[in-house]
């Protein structure tokens, strides 16, 4: 019950849920996500680390940056959790506005853009 109760607690965040939605599509480095969510690279990190450790998102380090992306469910629960938040964040309203945002700065982005 503890672990499920740490799932839903990380949830409890507009920051973390919008993250998640960002995450859907695939994997993103913290830079795609700061510049979406127009937040410090402190601010979104903390988020990340809540959700990592609650186990939603995993992520990997190449060079200066770390990438997250989704993870794998660990137990039923998180299983369908998992799938309604695949279905209802990108419908809504915010999830829409970010993953719109989301798109048009990755058009501009460069290989310093990551080098703030």
């Not at 402190?42 to 997250?68: C, P």
């Not at 970010?98 to 990755?106: G, H, I, S, V």
Request: hydrophobic share 40%; proline share 3%.
């Amino acid at each position: 019950m503890k672990t499920t109760a740490h799932l839903f607690k990380a949830l409890s965040e507009t920051i973390r849920l919008r993250i998640l939605a960002l995450l859907i599509e695939g994997e993103r480095c913290v830079c795609d996500l700061m510049a979406v969510l127009d937040l410090p690279q402190s601010t979104v990190s903390r988020h990340l680390a809540t959700l990592r450790n609650a186990g939603w998102i995993q992520g990997r380090r190449q060079g200066l940056w770390m990438y997250y992306r989704l993870a794998g469910a660990e137990n039923p629960v998180q299983q369908q959790v998992l799938e309604m938040l695949r279905r209802e964040l990108v419908a809504l309203p915010q999830g829409k506005t970010d993953q719109e945002a989301l798109a048009a700065y990755l058009v501009t982005k460069t290989e310093t853009t990551c080098k703030r």
